[in-house]
């Protein structure tokens, strides 16, 4: 530890100063001891290896028993070498009394006591290392059990635990377990310490020591009513968290939406209600730890009263020597008293943590046996589904696929389509075995690669997510780029392919996530494709690319089953599945089954009702030439402005966030550097009733020591006698309790007010952020912090002293400290993370590798934590030496003394004060004080984050029917991401009329949904302005404004609660007006089938409703807002033909008079509209009617619409 501590002194610490673990306290060695250790129960036990709290805790003392053999025998010798100061006292007080010294025996004497000190000091600092060395590799053991289990859970167990209690787990159960370590030996230590207080006591004061005895059996038996208190409240506690935690994520993942939609402050008013709920419970809990801790501090002079009350009582004479060695055991004896009801809090905690991970390891896997291999040789049958029957829930009757029969030959390519919500997401998931099965078969035969409908992108660089495990093949690699049209945006960003991505993508487009998604896949170069939507999130220009080079192309050879809602790309399949109400109705090629069934007809009979409008549109010659390509045929291929990949949807406008040359947008988490700054102190010290308090505690504690030095003192005077000795040594006794209580109440009261008032500012702090905040930092970081507030429930008053050594190591072990905080979020984050995209890392065979990442993880983590207790125990144990070479010297210095100039009473006192007193204890408090109060600078860190402007501006106040009109001025608007990087809009200026049907329509970087963010004002102009209904919007409050427009977002965000909860967040509408709107977005039959109807619950992240419902019942929002201004940003993308087309009828039909602003990729989508707004690098390139821009054939427009048409002649 010298170099290291050393090398922390001269500079700051950083991860990689740190040394690696050994081999043998690696997590991975760890993990797999403990594991092994779990498996080999199981199968000794027949009974199905299910997992229970007993074979956990049985696995983890196997796992660690190296480390608790050890720490039992430092334990006795620590234990046995604690006791012989007070057996010996006696002696040396006779020793100082006696006429005739022998100074031999005096020197002896002192050597007994320096050696016993001595071996307490080198035992109990090995003690606290190995305890503190168990801890880590419990919760390395904890971490990555839990982390495995995430990887394998079915979809209905991940329903039935959520992220918010998955983080509980591994910030809070996994802490809690691993800190109980230092509890574990208490439990038959207790009772050792007690017998020899015991032995000690019958030795100098006879049956007295019963007396002794029985009291401190009715303290420890008092704190068993405190003990089961304490369980019920941990448990209560530990339940209102988990759901505080829940809504707090969700919050935190979807703060886009709540910040477009104006909800923010009623998630924010809900996470303060559970907070609120939960404080009752921390109060009862910490207020019973308060009564804890006054009986741990009384104890010893409530023990000493009775048993000097006894002793006079019966006769035994209280000499000086047998007062010293008593008060000496007794205060001893303080330790079990404490410790016993202690453990019993610990244990009960423990055990709550326990159950509650057991309880997830418990949760079903996903059955490995639902897919049948084929053998690779001897047959052409890739995938066969038999008599299958499958359903997401197994507990209702009700099936979500029935009744599939159908074979998919090797190198076929498959296309499912159908109406929203009729089974065809689950049927892909169903041949992945993520479905349960009710009845039948699945067989399959080959590798198979997965692209998910909503896309997940891993945190990371984008290189390693299109390799996803795999070496680099460049020429490989540089093809399926440019087969994905994602060399361009590479092109763009400053760091390439090594760009580092944000947290699910953030700062990508969704449709350059879905191509990331798409070139995986390929590059994964498996025998069997399941795409999933994968042509819905881009443009006409890059659809047909992606079609032709990925689908015609790379994947000609390859079998693929994709689901589309593009007819146009259904002719060129070799089979074609139509399903309906969770059933193949149609089966066949093209030709074959459109005339033989009704639900294939209807999605195509829609389609080409578009076309023809589009057709009508541009009247007819024109169209003839664009759809027959017989006029400027190459003319889209010959422009390199032409040439980008595809429209900027949805989030296009993160993607100029990665051309800066500041660096990445995903930064390391900050933390500060060099010492912590005093102000912080005093932050923390005054936050609670302005630190009136604050020198109430310091006089109490102050009160408290005098009190209990002078009942010492006072009970070794040799010339006081009887009643007087025992009623002064009461009424100090009365008093110092009394101050003990005072302090204990002020500490709760002020740990739990500062902690309230902290936790509040920080979450108003991070709801207020600008997203940039959000778009940068990582879920897993905030929720790392927002855990951190319960560190600081005690507030720790001490003086400071020892500077030098202080300083020496705490500079090392500060920064320990803030890694080990650090380095916590990103488990926590990749466990989250993991959890979210674990269907296509299973797809993808990938569990070891990122099995192998979290492990990684973990020993970053435990790196700074397993050096950070080596750093406390190599201070200690050199202040413990110091101590014992002070006390030793101090001895000598007694008996060398001249008699008579102190009384022997008074000598035996400073030595018994002298055993157990420590140098390291407060050296210890002071640096254990500067670690802890690391959570409040990280948290301090949080609440100044700069702010959005204000939620409401009073002068500015408008009125509820605003905007009346709808009209939208958008005058010489510039605006940009920040300050280093490029403008984004270009001084755009344009007039919406009110009412008026807007398209919008361009490039990735053209700056579309830039001009919505700063419509929205989720973006501020650097200059210009937009004016609604002449009302400039940068004057008025975002509540005000946000609360008064309306948006339909291109990801379909869902919260768990009810179907109520999420159409009706702010409560302001009827159940009528609900059904009303459920009917209008076409969802109203669907409901009323399930049970609860509008009280029907919704699943974390609306898991349980397919993807097109979700983006239906976003439609349902709207409607029931009725705003003058409607965004539609992407809305339909992930609908078919005719729901889209129902969709823009009731958008048509209910917000006629409304101004609604559309951007698609579906050029259907925008043909109806009154004027198209085409964007070509922030500024305006065209604005007129579409028929106008058609007229013209060299527009941009018309070229875009030649495309489209031209797809869909295949």
């Known amino acids: 530890m010298g170099p290291l501590l050393a090398l922390g002194h001269r500079k700051t610490l950083n991860l990689e100063d740190v040394p690696h673990l050994a081999n043998c306290d690696s997590a991975n060695v760890v993990f797999t001891r403990f594991k092994n250790m779990l498996e080999s129960d199981d199968n000794d036990n027949d009974n199905g290896g299910q997992i229970n709290t007993l074979k956990l805790v049985k696995a983890l003392i196997l796992s660690t028993m190296k480390e608790i053999l050890w720490t039992t025998i430092l334990h006795i010798?620590?234990?046995?070498?604690?006791?012989?100061?007070?057996?010996?006292?006696?002696?040396f007080v006779q020793y100082l009394n006696s006429s005739h010294q022998l100074k031999y025996r005096g020197y002896a004497l002192v050597f007994i006591f320096f050696l016993s000190k001595l071996i307490r000091c080198i035992s109990e600092r090995l003690l606290f290392f190995q305890l503190r060395k168990t801890g880590i590799k419990v919760r390395a053991a904890l971490f990555s059990i839990i982390y495995k289990k995430g990887l394998m859970l079915s979809s209905q167990s991940r329903q039935e635990h959520t992220s918010g209690e998955n983080i509980n787990l591994m910030s809070v159960d996994v802490e809690r377990i691993g800190l109980f370590s230092w509890y574990f030996h208490n439990i038959w230590v207790v009772p050792i310490q007690l017998v020899l207080a015991l032995f000690i006591l019958y030795k100098n004061l006879g049956l007295a020591s019963l007396v002794a005895f029985v009291s401190t059996i009715i303290l420890m038996l008092a704190n068993i009513p405190l003990g089961k208190l304490q369980d019920k409240f941990q448990r209560e506690l530990m339940d209102s968290k988990d759901r505080r935690m829940k809504v707090t994520s969700e919050a935190l993942r979807n703060m886009r939406i709540l910040k477009l939609q104006g909800w923010e402050m009623k998630f924010l008013a809900k996470i303060i209600e559970h907070r609120n709920f939960e404080t009752i419970w921390l109060k009862k809990l910490l207020y019973s730890l308060a009564m804890i801790s006054f009986v741990y501090l009384s104890a010893p002079m409530f023990v000493s009263i009775v048993t000097f009350g006894f002793c006079m009582l019966i006769g035994i004479p209280l000499e000086p020597g047998n007062i010293l060695s008593a008060l000496a055991t007794f205060e001893i004896l303080q330790v079990p008293i404490y410790n016993l009801p202690d453990t019993i809090s610990m244990v009960v905690q423990t055990k709550v943590s326990l159950n509650r991970i057991t309880t997830f390891l418990c949760l079903n896997d996903l059955h490995l046996n639902i897919v049948q291999k084929l053998p690779r040789e001897g047959t052409n049958v890739v995938v066969e589904v038999v008599k299958g029957n499958f359903s997401w829930d197994l507990h209702t009757s009700n099936l979500t696929l029935k009744d599939l029969n159908f074979q998919v030959l090797r190198g076929m390519t498959v296309a499912v389509c159908g109406s929203v919500g009729w089974g065809k997401s689950s049927l892909l998931s169903c041949i992945l075995g993520e479905i349960p099965k009710i009845s039948g078969a699945i067989k399959l035969n080959g590798t198979k690669a997965y692209v998910a409908q909503s896309p997940w992108i891993q945190s990371g660089k984008i290189v390693d997510n299109i390799l996803f495990g795999k070496e680099m093949d460049k020429e490989r690699y540089e093809m399926i780029l440019e087969a994905c049209s994602l060399k361009k945006d590479l092109e763009l960003c400053t760091f390439g392919d090594q760009t580092i991505i944000g947290e699910r993508g953030i700062n990508l487009s969704g449709g350059q996530k879905q191509r990331i998604q798409i070139a995986r896949a390929l590059y994964y170069n498996a025998d069997i494709y399941l795409l999933d939507d994968p042509f819905s999130s881009v443009d006409a220009y890059t659809g047909t690319h992606l079609f032709k080079e990925c689908l015609l192309g790379i994947l000609a050879s390859k079998t693929?089953?994709?689901?589309?809602?593009?007819?146009?790309?259904?002719?060129?399949?070799?089979?074609i599945l139509v399903m309906r109400d969770g059933m193949i109705t149609q089966a066949g090629k093209y030709e074959e089954i459109l005339n033989s069934g009704t639900d294939f007809m209807e999605l195509v009979d829609t389609h080409k009702k578009a076309l023809a409008d589009l057709n009508s549109i541009n009247h007819g010659v024109v169209s003839h030439n664009l759809v027959n390509g017989e006029e400027d045929g190459n003319t889209l291929c010959s422009k390199k402005s032409n040439q980008n990949d595809e429209e900027n949807e949805s989030k296009n406008y993160q993607t100029e966030k990665l051309i800066g040359t500041e660096g990445?947008?995903?930064?390391?988490?900050?933390?500060?550097?060099?010492?912590?700054?005093?102000?912080?102190?005093?932050?923390?010290?005054?936050?609670?009733?302005?630190?009136?308090?604050?020198?109430?505690?310091?006089?109490?504690?102050?009160?408290?020591?005098?009190?209990?030095?002078?009942?010492?003192?006072?009970?070794?005077?040799?010339?006081?006698?009887?009643?007087?000795?025992?009623?002064?040594?009461?009424?100090?006794?009365?008093?110092?309790?009394?101050?003990?209580?005072?302090?204990?109440?002020?500490?709760?009261?002020?740990?739990?007010?500062?902690?309230?008032?902290?936790?509040?500012?920080?979450?108003?702090c991070i709801f207020h952020a600008h997203m940039s905040f959000f778009d940068s930092t990582p879920t897993g970081r905030i929720l790392n912090r927002v855990i951190a507030w319960k560190m600081l429930i005690v507030f720790i008053p001490m003086f400071v002293t020892c500077i030098w050594c202080q300083r020496y190591y705490t500079s090392a072990a500060r920064e320990f400290s803030r890694l080990a905080g650090v380095c916590q979020a990103p488990i926590i984050q990749h466990f989250v993370e993991s959890s979210i995209g674990s269907i296509t890392i299973r797809c993808f065979d990938q569990e070891e590798r990122f099995m192998e990442t979290n492990l990684k993880l973990v020993d970053g983590y435990s790196r700074p934590k397993f050096h950070l207790s080596g750093a406390i125990e190599w201070l200690c144990f050199r202040m413990d030496m110091l101590t014992s070479i002070t006390y030793a010297i101090s001895l000598v210095f007694l008996i060398s003394m001249p008699k008579g100039i102190l009384s022997p009473g008074v000598m035996g006192l400073a030595v018994t004060y002298g055993l157990t007193f420590s140098m390291h204890a407060v050296i210890w408090a002071l640096c254990n004080l500067e670690n802890k109060i690391i959570s409040i600078e990280r948290i301090l860190q949080y609440t100044r984050i700069p702010s959005e402007p204000p939620l409401l501006v009073e002068e500015n106040r408008l009125d509820c029917k605003w905007p009346s009109q709808g009209k939208i001025d958008v005058i010489d608007l510039q605006v940009w991401y920040a300050p280093h990087l490029p403008l984004v809009l270009r001084g755009l200026t344009c007039t919406f009329t009110g009412g008026m049907k807007i398209g919008i329509v361009g490039r990735t970087g053209s700056g579309k949904s830039t001009l919505v963010q700063a419509l929205f004002r989720m973006l501020e102009p650097i200059a210009g302005q937009i004016l609604i209904d002449d009302i400039n919007i940068s004057k008025i409050g975002l509540h005000d404004l946000r609360s008064s427009l309306s948006i339909i977002p291109q990801d379909p965000t869902m919260f768990e609660g009810t179907l109520r909860s999420n159409l009706d967040p702010l409560e302001e509408y009827t159940d009528e007006q609900i059904w009303e709107a459920l009917e209008k977005c076409q969802?109203?039959?669907?409901?009323?089938?399930?049970?609860?109807?509008?009280?029907?619950?919704?699943?974390?992240?609306?898991?349980?409703?397919?993807?097109?419902?979700?983006q239906l019942l976003c439609l349902g929002r709207v409607l029931l807002k009725r705003s003058k201004v409607l965004v539609l940003d992407e809305a339909t993308a992930s609908v078919d033909t005719m729901t889209d087309y129902l969709i823009q009828q009731t958008i048509s039909q209910h917000f006629s008079g409304s101004t609604v602003i559309t951007i698609a990729h579906r050029i259907t989508s925008i043909l109806s509209v009154d004027k198209v707004l085409l964007l070509d690098n922030g500024r305006v390139l065209e604005y007129d009617s579409p028929t106008k821009l058609l007229e013209i054939k060299s527009s941009s427009f018309a070229k875009l619409v030649k495309e489209y048409t031209r797809r869909c002649s295949y």
């Open 77 to 91: 010798l620590c234990t046995l070498a604690s006791y012989v100061g007070p057996y010996l006292i006696k002696a």
């Open 560 to 575: 693929v089953i994709y689901v589309t809602h593009q007819v146009e790309f259904l002719p060129s399949a070799d089979l």
């Open 664 to 764: 990445q947008l995903v930064q390391e988490e900050k933390r500060e550097k060099g010492g912590i700054s005093l102000s912080f102190y005093w932050k923390y010290a005054t936050i609670a009733y302005k630190g009136a308090f604050v020198p109430l505690i310091f006089v109490t504690q102050i009160l408290f020591q005098l009190l209990q030095i002078g009942s010492s003192y006072w009970i070794v005077i040799p010339h006081v006698k009887g009643s007087t000795l025992l009623f002064v040594y009461v009424v100090l006794f009365m008093g110092s309790s009394l101050c003990i209580l005072i302090r204990s109440m002020l500490i709760v009261t002020i740990g739990y007010k500062t902690a309230t008032l902290l936790f509040n500012k920080m979450h108003l």
């Open 1083 to 1110: 969802l109203g039959d669907g409901v009323r089938k399930n049970e609860g109807k509008l009280d029907f619950a919704v699943t974390e992240n609306g898991e349980n409703w397919s993807m097109g419902q979700r």
